[in-house]
């Protein structure tokens, strides 16, 4: 599984920076939004939904499995202490992507079998972005993780350009930001370098 680069959204994200994303070539998009009320984010999945069909990139929901069955989204990522994988992929179905969060080798050998298509492995390094995130692992401690996984992996915890050789060589499937898209003055061409840079590592 090649994903490249998955973009996870910011708080309060508006849909232009999702389509900036899409343009420069994300391969997944993950809606996540920590300040949004339940209605907020099935309203903009389903105004996403359609952008990410004709793109051929599959919607991901973080956290909210009621969102992610409510607006038809193509997955869930879920954290460790965002409830039972095993119940999320009951309800979601065999084909839909469930992702999780893992922040340790033993939360990655505690992991249950079957139930998880993907894993977000990190923080890499310490970010802004999620100020609870775990204790962050370095590079050689993500592919240390990495190399245990029986499942494709993406690097997440600020992450950037400069990283994407050392996180393709560790053997991950991609690598997920916020910031380095969000935070560029051009997010279609952040995007659209990050990909390029992945292609080439
Ligand atoms: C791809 C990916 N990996 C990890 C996370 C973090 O999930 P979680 O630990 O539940 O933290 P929040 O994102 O909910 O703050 C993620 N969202 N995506
Ligand atoms: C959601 C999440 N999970 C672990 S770190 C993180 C935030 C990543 O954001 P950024 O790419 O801006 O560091
Ligand atoms: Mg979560």
Request: aromatic fraction near 2%; charge should be negative; charged fraction near 15%.
């Amino acid at each position: 599984m090649s994903i490249g680069i998955y973009f996870v959204t910011p708080d309060g994200c508006d849909d232009a920076l999702v389509c900036a994303a899409l343009a420069g070539g994300a391969g997944l998009i993950q809606l996540r939004d920590k300040t949004a009320t339940e209605a907020e984010m099935v309203a903009q999945a389903r105004r996403l939904l359609p952008l990410c069909r004709a793109a051929g990139v599959p919607l991901i929901v973080n956290d909210r499995l009621e969102v992610a069955l409510a607006s038809g989204a193509d997955g869930l990522h879920m954290g460790q202490g965002d409830g039972d994988p095993a119940q999320a992929r009951a309800a979601l179905g065999p084909d839909r992507h469930l992702g999780l969060s893992i922040e340790t080798q033993a939360q990655l050998a505690a992991m249950p079998k079957g139930a998880i298509s993907l894993i977000g492995v990190g923080p890499v390094r310490a970010t802004a972005t999620k100020p609870d995130h775990a204790t962050p692992l370095g590079l050689d401690g993500l592919a240390q993780v990495v190399a245990h996984s029986p499942i494709p992996a993406v690097a997440i915890g600020g992450v950037g350009l400069a990283d994407i050789p050392a996180i393709r060589a560790a053997g991950c499937a991609g690598v997920a930001v916020v910031s380095a898209i969000s935070g560029a003055d051009d997010p279609q061409a952040a995007t659209r370098d990050l990909v390029n840079a992945w292609r080439h590592a």
